[in-house]
């Protein structure tokens, strides 16, 4: 199991490199749910990147069962009674939020976040992170795997994706505009 210390440092990490998340915006303890559910759960794994001191450089949350994870946390941690509590303001028209249309993703495993911390971005640490991922999926003999990123102002992050490898899903892209996804073979 992940150390307490390891938590706290990935989760500073997520909140730093991964803003724009709305999972992140929910606070560290919301994040701290979640890397303690993935760590428990035998659908997902946490790939962690350290340096050869043992520093945490960076992270991935992998989903084997992605179209699910979002209901899995859900049902089986705190994160419940907020769901009640949303339903509860959206039936009496509380609230007037809009969530936007989403769609199912690829059946297939899902690297969630990936991060790298802020002093180790562009010195390579990020396909070091993601050769880490594969050796992973490699090992639960995965062959191909996705990942999202908001498609607004997100071109660093697109232009990584590509260059490491990873091709655009045109209908998944087109099908939302919030969202685009890429996918990658296993080698």
């Known amino acids: 199991m992940m150390k307490i210390d390891e938590r706290q440092k990935i989760i500073a990490i997520s909140r730093e490199g991964l803003r724009n998340s709305r999972l992140v915006q929910l606070g560290a303890k919301a994040l701290d749910i979640v890397f303690k559910y993935a760590v428990a759960s035998p659908l997902e794994d946490i790939v962690v990147l350290r340096t050869p001191k043992g520093d945490i450089v960076g992270f991935a949350l992998i989903s084997y069962a992605p179209g699910s994870f979002g209901r899995r946390l859900l049902c089986h941690g705190p994160f ?42 562009g010195k390579d640490w990020g396909g070091r992170l993601i050769g880490e991922i594969e050796n992973v999926l490699k090992q639960n003999n995965v062959t191909n795997y996705f990942v999202k990123t908001e498609a607004d102002n997100n071109q660093k992050v697109i232009d990584f994706y590509l260059k490491a490898g990873f091709k655009n899903i045109p209908t998944a892209s087109a099908s939302t505009n919030f969202f685009l996804y890429f996918i990658k073979n296993v080698h």
């Open 80 to 121: 419940l009674a907020c769901f009640v509590a949303n339903i509860w303001r959206l039936r009496w028209g509380i609230s007037s939020v809009k969530t936007p249309k989403m769609t199912m993703a690829p059946n297939i495993p899902e690297a969630i976040f990936i991060c790298i911390d802020a002093p180790y971005r």
